[in-house]
T-cell receptor, first 115, second 112 residues
């Protein structure tokens, strides 16, 4: 099992540019989560999907952020336009069908730097 | 969700047991205790979870007090690779997937 796959691993862009982060969850998992981690705010949930449908997007900071999950094996997080304060590590995680507890498997993260 | 309190940092000698405490005095009956860890520059990793009974797996043991107001994660023989930030999270099972709220955790430093 390859685990959760994220790309790119590192992204450096200039303010105002569009950024797209990608995630491939573990096969068979039906939940997908996007988190953001910064020194100031720690690890915070942005949005999560169940069976490709967004369930809770209350953590999405503003309209510049959007996430999609067109199928069970792919999700994107897009920032348009990007700003320096968006610099962070973005993690994708997936979770198998519920078994009464919440074991999430995290990817290696994408380190985003907006200049 | 119940709030958790963890010491900000701990040290442990390699080969010794690392005992990481967590207080969750406001925990309610349907809330699980989860432990995750994050090794530097990696994504968080699930370790173990429990409801009321002590639990053990290949990574660690989880000891939950009888009143469930606190718990201890035990790494029986810590190695340098166990150096990480350890998060104690309390979350109810609501029948749907629920977000994990990560606090500041305990930074465990394993030394030679």
């Amino acid at each position: 099992d390859a685990g959760v796959i994220q790309s790119p691993r590192h992204e450096v862009t200039e303010m105002g540019q569009e950024v797209t982060l990608r995630c491939k969850p573990i096969s068979g998992h039906d939940y997908l989560f996007w988190y953001r981690q910064t020194m100031m705010r720690g690890l915070e949930l942005l949005i999560y999907f169940n069976n490709n449908v967004p369930i809770d997007d209350s953590g999405m900071p503003e309209d510049r952020f959007s996430a999609k999950m067109p199928n069970a094996s792919f999700s994107t997080l897009k920032i348009q336009p990007s700003e320096p304060r968006d610099s962070a590590v973005y993690f994708c995680a997936s979770s198998p069908p519920l078994r009464g507890y919440n074991e999430q498997f995290f990817g290696p993260g994408t380190r985003l730097t907006v200049l | 969700d119940a709030k958790t309190t963890q010491p900000p940092s701990m040290d442990c000698a390699e080969g010794r047991a690392a005992n990481l405490p967590c207080n969750h005095s406001t925990i309610s009956g349907n809330e699980y205790v989860y432990w995750y860890r994050q090794i530097h520059s990696q994504g968080p990793q699930y370790i173990i979870h429990g409801l009321k009974n002590n639990e053990t797996n290949e990574m660690a043991s989880l000891i939950i007090t009888e009143d469930r107001k606190s718990s201890t994660l035990i790494l029986p023989h810590a190695t340098l690779r166990d150096t990480a930030v350890y998060y104690c999270i309390v979350r109810a099972y609501t029948g749907t997937a629920s977000k994990l709220t990560f606090g500041t955790g305990t930074r465990l430093q394993v030394t030679l």
